[in-house]
């Protein structure tokens, strides 16, 4: 949308300008827009070589003087390592002082940048060993042979001790500051720098402390050379034409410069350090003040920094490195002191060169910019005079004088275009007439459809129509446009604003409308017409004509108004019709509910009957078999009562049997030999020993056959039809008893254990042989779970390569009972609000089943078992014994594949109206 706005501002700006001027003008704004943007861009591109270079030179002269610096000043500090290091391994003894002295000599001989060694022990004892300007080597030595003093001797070139020179009393080596600073830090360091008297020179020194196995101070090594040598290469640096570099302490203080400035000062006969912002060189000065204002603390340059700063508003480039930074892989900043080097360089050194290029681009454009303008005004001339002509026939053509020509004098494109306009014209010409005769066939057209056309100027209100429209609309011919009111004077005044607002839809949001409306001719007649309107829009996007096809649809509409009054007849008389059947239908669904009451009904029977007969089947299977189970246990208790009772007296006559034995054999103890063959015969003394064992294991199993009868008489209480008050532990006890057999392991399968967690239980108001019932079924359903499950593991060990690698399967049946939280009334159970209840759970790890078996579990004649194993009735009845007999409820559990669990909730006491009632 922005592009499209300004290029519309472009050409109605474009509109009012002359030819000439738009073809100069633009030719010449480009050529100085790229006259500057040149300018420009050599200006930049030079400032950002100058920077480049700048930074590039930076770069290299600082590599080489770290590269020097680091050659140089790690020298002292490896001497310092050999010697510390001979002296560990006892190569040297710090006591043997003319060895040390022969040594040094040595090492002197071989790093020639070495100016002196020394050694200053604990007790006092210094030997030195140095080297001079003239490269004559002098040794200073104080021991027990010179006593407080340091003498100093020059050596020959074979290294022995020469003339004597001259002593220094009371020279202490632990006193001076070598010694002091290398105790301080406790390891190879650097010495301030000082300045050498002697030969007035800066000097620094590297020491380092020596200690013996056990960490005792031995002494210090101190190594150097002079820093006028450093001075002397920066001297030899080239960096550009006016360009300096040197090197500071970071307390600001000259160490060495590459211009010819010593690094120190002599004030009335005193020699003093030079600060680098009091140098007398002005580049040094102002870069070393630059610093100190950017910085602060010369401390915080801790990396390499590249900078900018100016002088007399030229610019400077600067860049900053300490001596021992981190990343260096150069330096170590063990073995080296901790300085800055310092390289600045002029921009002016370059930008000269840069300067003159760029004036005589400028130069260049400025001429290239005069012979565009000069160009542009011949191009006018050329390209304008045809231009012009064509103009001129154009103009011509617009007031239609149709046989204008122009004459071809040129080849190019205003050639062809001349060509192309003498073609055109001849087009014009023949497109005129027949667009006449289109025009009477058009009208022609429109009087046999009934259809008209016209187009509305918003601008002068006025609509230009064919003549078929001013017929449609009852108007008279004329040969000007009609005003919009009188068209819309001719629409009925009821649909006169439905057409306003669908015209007023079209200007307003440019959209096509169509509309139906009639019209009131001058007559008095009445017509119908269909209305079809498109805008026409501007290069702005605005409404400024509408045009509109009118047809007569008068015809059609009445058709269609017949029509319609058929359709509202044919309307009525199916309505009548559908009320008619609509009545039979409704006597027809009023019969289909009463058919449909009667099946439900007949349905509810059936389902009754169905029920009663499987409770009655259950019944009377459950009561056939207390009934064996009671005469059973009948049957066993009268002998075993009978041998449970005579046991006591044959255990107390046997008692008296074996004593008068004992009396016999004590006061008979040599039998005739008849005798004495039977009692060994019957081994008499194991028959005495085994017979009272043996009457107490039949006392032992006489008890336990009336501890079974009794449980299969508890068991067979199913012909109690008055509720009372009962352990329900006795009769699940009762129950597991009966099916002991299937819970011993069988061939093939383990046996399954019974986990029992019973609570404190209180008696329980119940039908004890209808809950015996439900334990039955519940229990006898947990043990064929578990044998399905035992016989899918076999079948799957059988399968498996390894069967001791298969799960071992554990078979388990666990019975929990508790007492239950009174609670409130809740999901419509019939018991009391606050009755108390004890739970009872009986779960088991058989093979479980799924959520559509659980379902349907308690549904009656619904069963998973093979025909003839199962009748589907056990868990329906001990579903309604539960539920129906005890207010209580039962809910199952289950997991396929897992086990099952279900859950028992009974009332301790039945309300009187229920126990009334299954009285």
Not at 116 to 130: F, I, T
Not at 279 to 294: E, G, P, V
Not at 589 to 616: P, R
Not at 700 to 710: F, L, N, Q
């Amino acid at each position: 949308m922005f592009i499209n706005s300004l290029a519309n501002r472009v050409f109605k700006v474009s509109e009012k300008v002359p030819l000439r001027i738009l073809l100069v003008v633009p030719f010449v704004l480009q050529i100085c827009a790229v006259v500057g943007v040149t300018g420009w861009i050599s200006l930049r591109s030079g400032q950002k070589a100058v920077q480049e270079v700048t930074t590039q030179l930076h770069r290299e002269i600082t590599q080489r003087l770290e590269q020097h610096l680091n050659s140089y000043l790690k020298v002292p500090q490896i001497a310092n390592h050999l010697n510390a290091d001979a002296i560990n391994l006892s190569l040297l003894n710090i006591n043997d002082l003319p060895t040390l002295e022969r040594y040094f000599w040595t090492q002197l001989q071989t790093f020639d940048s070495l100016g002196y060694l020394a050694l200053g022990k604990e007790n006092g004892d210094y030997v030195e060993v140095l080297r001079e300007n003239d490269g004559q080597f002098l040794v200073r030595v104080k021991d027990a042979a010179t006593g407080t003093s340091r003498h100093t001797y020059t050596l020959s070139p074979e290294g022995k001790r020469g003339k004597f020179l001259h002593s220094e009393p009371n020279y202490d080596p632990r006193l001076r500051a070598f010694y002091q600073t290398a105790v301080k830090v406790g390891g190879p360091t650097w010495t301030d720098v000082y300045l050498w008297i002697d030969n007035r020179e800066l000097s620094t020194d590297a020491v380092r402390p020596i200690f013996d196995r056990a960490g005792t101070l031995q002494g210090v090594l101190d190594a150097g050379s002079s820093l006028s040598q450093l001075g002397e290469f920066l001297q030899r640096l080239k960096i550009a034409e006016t360009g300096q570099t040197f090197i500071i302490e970071r307390s600001g203080e000259l160490i060495a410069t590459s211009t010819p400035e010593k690094p120190f000062v002599i004030e009335d006969g005193t020699t003093k350090r030079l600060p680098a912002t009091k140098s007398r060189n002005s580049l040094t000065r102002h870069t070393a003040r630059y610093l100190t204002q950017r910085f602060g603390n010369l401390s915080q340059i801790n990396s390499s920094q590249q900078l900018t700063f100016k002088i007399d508003h030229r610019r400077q480039f600067l860049r900053v490195t300490p001596l021992r930074e981190g990343n260096n892989e150069l330096t170590d900043a063990a073995l080296l002191p901790d300085w800055l080097m310092v390289v600045v360089v002029p921009e002016t050194d370059f930008q000269e060169r840069i300067d003159q290029n760029t004036r005589s681009t400028i130069v260049l454009c400025l001429a290239a910019l005069v012979f565009a303008t000069l160009l542009g005004c011949l191009t006018y001339h050329w390209i304008t005079q045809p231009i012009l002509r064509l103009a001129a026939a154009a103009s011509a053509l617009t007031r239609g004088e149709w046989n204008q020509t122009v004459p071809i004098e040129r080849c190019d494109e205003l050639g062809v275009l001349a060509r192309a306009f003498n073609q055109m014209a001849q087009q014009l010409q023949a497109s005129f007439v027949t667009l006449s005769q289109r025009q009477a066939t058009l009208a022609e057209a429109q009087r046999i459809a009934h259809v008209g056309s016209g187009e509305l100027d918003l601008t002068t209100k006025c609509i230009t129509g064919s003549e078929e429209l001013l017929r449609i609309f009852g108007l008279e011919l004329r040969e000007t446009p009609c005003h919009y009111s009188e068209y819309m004077q001719q629409i009925h005044p009821e649909d006169v604003e439905a057409a306003t607002q669908a015209i007023a839809q079209v200007i307003q949001q440019g959209q096509p409308c169509e509309f139906d409306c009639r019209l009131q001719r001058p007559d008095g007649s009445i017509r119908y017409i269909s209305t079809k309107g498109q805008p026409t829009f501007d290069r702005q996007g605005q409404v400024i004509r509408y045009f509109a096809t009118v047809m007569d649809i008068t015809e059609r509409k009445l058709a269609a108004q017949a029509l319609q009054q058929a359709k509202l007849d044919l309307e009525i008389r199916v309505q009548e019709r559908t009320a008619e059947l609509s009545q039979a239908l409704e006597q027809l669904q009023q019969s289909e509910m009463q058919l449909k009451a009667q099946a439900l009904q007949l349905q509810q029977a059936l389902a009754d009957l169905q029920q009663t007969q499987a409770q009655l089947i259950h019944t009377e299977k459950m009561s056939s078999l207390g009934q064996l189970v009671a005469g059973i246990a009948h049957e066993i208790n009268n002998p075993v009562s009978f041998i449970y009772g005579n046991l006591s007296h044959a255990k107390d006559y046997s008692t008296d049997l074996f004593r008068v034995l004992q009396l016999y054999q004590k006061h008979y103890p040599l039998p005739p030999p008849i005798i004495q063959q039977e009692i060994e015969a019957i081994e008499l003394d194991f028959l005495m020993d085994d017979f009272p064992q043996l009457l107490s294991s039949m006392q032992v199993g006489a008890e336990r056959i009336r501890e079974i009868v009794r449980l299969l008489r508890n068991f067979a209480r199913y012909d109690e039809a008055q509720m009372k008050e009962v352990n329900i532990h006795e009769g699940i006890d009762s129950t597991l008893m009966i099916l002991q057999s299937r819970l011993c392991e069988i061939t093939g399968y383990p046996a399954i254990k019974v986990i029992k967690e019973y609570g404190d239980l209180p008696l329980v108001e119940c039908y004890a042989g209808q809950l015996n019932q439900v334990f039955m079924n519940i229990l006898t359903n947990a043990i064929d779970a578990i044998v399905s499950r035992c016989k899918t593991q076999a079948s799957q060990k059988k399968r498996v390569r390894h069967p001791q690698a298969a799960e071992e399967f554990l078979p388990c049946i666990k019975i929990c009972t508790g007492m239950l939280e009174l609670k409130s009334q809740e999901d419509g159970h019939p018991a009391s609000s606050l009755s108390p209840r004890l739970l009872i759970r009986i779960s088991d790890n058989g093979c479980g089943m799924g959520e559509s078996v659980r379902s349907r579990i308690f549904d009656p004649f619904f069963t998973t078992k093979p025909i003839g194993s199962g009748t589907g009735l056990g868990l329906t009845t001990s579903y309604q014994i539960v539920v129906e007999h005890h207010q209580g409820r039962l809910e199952v559990t289950s997991l396929e594949g897992q086990g099952s669990e279900f859950a028992i909730e009974l009332p301790l006491r039945q309300n009187q109206g229920k126990r009334g009632e299954k009285a």
